[in-house]
């Protein structure tokens, strides 16, 4: 699935941290992605292991959940039996990503009109009236801009708490890789500079 990409690009529209957290020593985070559907199967998978790929690389232990409990991860268990699994499974930490809206908008672009001055070296009339403009025009066209709304939380397992919240926002991403490549950065570098990874 390829998105129409003109110019990309990726924001962090709001994020909170918990008052009472300092940096996080976190040592093995499960990453789950929480979009239904099956046309959203692919772009769950993309986001969790982008995301588990960039807090490797930060040197965190970390695993998504759909390679490990597959792609029903959690549904139909109590809120209690999903947290004793993940403590028995050795996490300490939970990752989500959940994608919130997805909003269409067209808008037009105006055409330009470009004149070139030539012929007024010609004598005769005709051809200077001919010539006088070369009138040159693009004429305009539509755009539709896709714009992804995302939203990811870091919950410590051990307290069962909300410790981070961020919303991202990406328009016209070039494909699911990108947008969750792009998303994945984005966090990572606010959880950074919020001090919690």
Not at 45 to 64: C, P, Q, R, T, Y
Not at 100 to 106: A, H, N, S
Not at 122 to 137: A, E, I, L, M, Q
């Amino acid at each position: 699935m390829i998105f129409a990409s003109a110019c990309t690009s990726t924001k962090i529209s709001s994020s909170w941290k918990d008052p009472g957290v300092s940096k996080t020593s976190f040592k093995n985070i499960v990453v789950v992605g929480i979009m239904e559907g099956k046309r959203k199967k692919s772009l769950r998978i993309s986001f969790e292991e982008h995301m588990v790929n960039d807090l490797k690389e930060a040197g965190i232990k970390a695993a998504s959940s759909s390679n490990v409990y597959g792609l029903k991860s959690f549904n139909g268990m109590s809120e209690n039996d999903i947290i004793q699994l993940l403590k028995k499974d050795g996490y300490d930490a939970v990752i989500t990503i959940a994608l919130l809206d997805v909003t269409k908008e067209q808008s037009y672009v105006r055409g330009q009109v470009d004149f070139w001055p030539g012929g007024i070296y010609y004598s005769r009339f005709g051809r200077y009236y001919s010539y006088w403009y070369n009138r040159v025009y693009t004429p305009g066209y539509y755009v539709t801009n896709t714009t992804y709304l995302v939203e990811a939380n870091l919950f410590d397992i051990e307290r069962d708490k909300l410790i981070f919240s961020s919303q991202t926002e990406t328009i016209d991403p070039a494909s699911i890789d990108n947008l969750a490549h792009r998303i994945s950065r984005s966090l990572f570098r606010s959880m950074q500079e919020k001090e919690i990874l």
